[in-house]
């Protein structure tokens, strides 16, 4: 089957905690992107990678961190320099190239910070 | 239609009848949209896209519609069914793959 995938579904972490959530594409694509999801709002991208070993800020960087090693991987470390995380995070990816292709989104992973 | 803020903009049809979600957006430079369906604690799925060039689109029961001249976009349902119920939002791809999104509406579809 090809996607995407993150894992895990939830993840609970202590205030104060560094913590990773990964994604994992299949559909040889060259981009990839990660958002944060908030109850009645919008998408907001948090960085992007168009290319292995790039990746650029989106409008709401701060407090997290990624790496493009590979092809296939985007993981997203959440800082403890992000002042509210608990949120719905969504990886997603697309062919790139062109401004005419869709992205294809994860299952999402539902972080919450006590 | 859909609007920045805390509560979605909602929408209840009966099973059977048409469904007409609007989006207005931002940038009159976006020239490609997609609607997306995304269900409670899922991630959202492609349904429908539109290049500016087009007004209109068909796919298995849904039409999107783009008026560019008041930069407004719409999805239509037809024959709505229960598994229909999800929050639909639309994407704007304004350049540089990048997609701005907007908030959703809440599409309940009633027995």
């Known amino acids: 089957d090809g996607g995407i995938t993150q894992s895990p579904k939830y993840l609970f972490r202590k205030e104060g905690q560094n913590v990773t959530l990964s994604c994992e594409q299949n559909?040889?694509?060259?981009?990839m992107y990660w958002y944060r999801q908030d109850p009645g709002q919008g998408l907001r991208l948090i960085y992007y990678s168009q290319i292995v070993n790039d990746f650029q800020k989106g409008d709401i960087a701060e407090g997290y961190s990624v790496s493009r090693e590979k092809k296939e991987s985007f993981p997203l470390t959440v800082t403890s320099a992000q002042k509210n995380p608990t949120a719905f995070y969504l990886c997603a990816s697309s062919p790139g190239g062109t401004n005419y292709n869709e992205q294809f989104f994860g299952p999402g992973t539902r972080l919450t910070v006590l | 239609g859909e609007s920045v803020g805390l509560h979605l903009p909602t929408l209840s049809v009966q099973e059977g009848d048409n469904s007409i979600i609007n989006c207005a957006y931002s940038?009159?430079?976006?020239?490609?949209f997609i609607w997306y369906k995304q269900e409670s604690g899922k991630g959202p799925q492609f349904i429908i896209d539109?290049?500016?060039?087009?007004d209109k689109r068909q796919g298995q029961r849904v039409t999107v519609l783009l008026n560019k001249t008041v930069k407004h976009l719409s999805l239509q349902i037809a024959a709505t069914q229960p598994g229909d119920s999800a929050v639909y939002f639309c994407?704007?791809?304004?350049?540089?793959?990048?997609?701005?999104f907007g908030t959703g509406t809440s599409l309940t579809v009633i027995p």
């Open positions: 940038n009159s430079a976006s020239d490609y």
């Open positions: 559909l040889n694509h060259d981009a």
């Open positions: 539109i290049r500016s060039n087009m």
């Open positions: 994407a704007e791809n304004g350049g540089g793959n990048q997609f701005y």
